[in-house]
């Protein structure tokens, strides 16, 4: 399996700034996920990172709000931006190895907007 | 579109009797199955997988679950529960035909008491 690492593991913002969340993986992946938790709540997939492409959005997540570069096949950032109290979760990043069918996920950033 | 679900927010066990954790999907194609575990303050680990094959699959630290196709269920079991179990558990699923696009289920809190 893959070993992932986020950067920052936590961080607490103030209101209408932004943070850019590292993921970094042992080994090339071609894609790499992310993920939002909320408080109490199950995963909710926010975009998908291809290497050499645009990120996918899913519904609900937009790229002016949550940008994010995939510039190699083992890192990857996710940023937050113009953060309100409604974005304080946890922000997991996960990659799906071309050789097996699940995905490994890192230990997640959890961020609180004040 | 696929969803998935955990019908019990909570399970509680004694240490030592057997657990059940429940998972129930709905998928078009043919679904591929996992359960993951969140341990406070973690990201998840993943513990097994359903691809194709036996119904009964095997996975970490003496979990199984069982693919039961006309029940739509992937249902975790361990024989004999331990405290270091108490954790958030996820079921997901993906379509053979749909891409990566990983579901989750609501999450089941396990509390194993001594």
């Known amino acids: 399996s893959a070993v992932i690492s986020q950067k920052p593991s936590r961080d607490i913002c103030q209101r209408g700034t932004s943070l850019t969340i590292q993921c970094q993986v042992d080994?090339?992946?071609?894609?790499m996920f992310w993920y939002r938790q909320q408080p109490g709540q199950s995963l909710t997939l926010i975009a998908t990172?291809?290497?050499?492409?645009?990120?996918?959005?899913e519904s609900g997540f937009v790229i002016d709000k949550f940008p994010i570069s995939r510039p190699n096949l083992t890192f990857s950032t996710l940023t937050v931006s113009n953060m309100s109290p409604e974005d304080s979760s946890i922000y997991l990043c996960?990659?799906?190895?071309?050789?097996?069918?699940?995905?490994?996920f890192g230990p997640g950033t959890r961020l609180t907007v004040t | 579109a696929q969803s998935v679900a955990q019908p019990e927010d909570q399970v509680n066990v004694a240490e030592g009797n057997p657990l059940t954790v429940k998972c129930t999907y709905s998928?078009?194609?043919?679904?591929?199955l996992f359960w993951y575990v969140q341990y406070p303050n973690r990201g998840l680990q993943f513990l097994l997988k359903?691809?194709?094959?036996?119904?009964l699959v095997k996975g970490s630290y003496g979990f199984e679950a069982e693919f039961n196709k006309s029940q739509t269920s992937f249902h975790l079991k361990k024989p004999s529960a331990l405290v270091s179990d108490s954790a958030l558990y996820f079921c997901?699923?993906?379509?053979?035909?749909?891409?990566?696009?990983?579901?989750f289920g609501g999450g089941t809190r396990l509390m194993v008491k001594p």
């Open positions: 996960s990659v799906g190895p071309s050789s097996s069918y699940e995905q490994y």
């Open positions: 080994s090339q992946v071609t894609m």
């Open positions: 990172a291809n290497q050499g492409s645009e990120a996918t959005y």
């Open positions: 998928v078009s194609g043919n679904p591929y």
């Open positions: 359903y691809i194709t094959g036996d119904n």
């Open positions: 997901a699923v993906k379509s053979n035909n749909a891409g990566n696009m990983l579901t």
